[in-house]
Nanobody, 116 residues
């Protein structure tokens, strides 16, 4: 199983970025998907999640600014990030968790840097 995240970069505050995570080697539609982030000196936190049925959930700090979505035909999960703030600066990781076994996999992160 491989998860390949992309789309990170440097953006000014109030800007937007769209992260993508392409999965291979697994039956994508059998997995809940999540985006996590880890800022320097902080623990990794769940940012947004989407179930196999496309129910979504967000951490409070990104509600109304970030949108998670999935395209099962493309085996890809997205994170649209709008109105970015410097405190959103972190390495962002995607995760997939099997709906029955709870086996989960991590991709390599993509760095998002928001300048003030």
């Amino acid at each position: 199983v491989q998860l390949q995240a992309s789309g990170g970069g440097l953006v000014q505050a109030r800007g937007s970025l769209r992260l993508s995570c392409a999965a291979s080697g697994s039956i994508f539609s059998f997995y809940h998907m999540g985006w996590y982030r880890q800022a320097p000196g902080k623990e990794r936190e769940l940012v947004a999640a989407i179930t196999t049925g496309s129910t979504t959930d967000y951490t409070d700090s990104v509600k109304g600014r970030f949108t998670i979505s999935r395209d099962n035909a493309k085996n890809t999960v997205y994170l649209q990030m709008n109105s970015l703030k410097p405190e959103d600066t972190a390495v962002y990781y995607c995760n997939e968790t099997h709906i029955r076994t709870w086996t989960n996999y991590w991709g390599k992160g993509t760095l998002v840097t928001v300048s003030s």
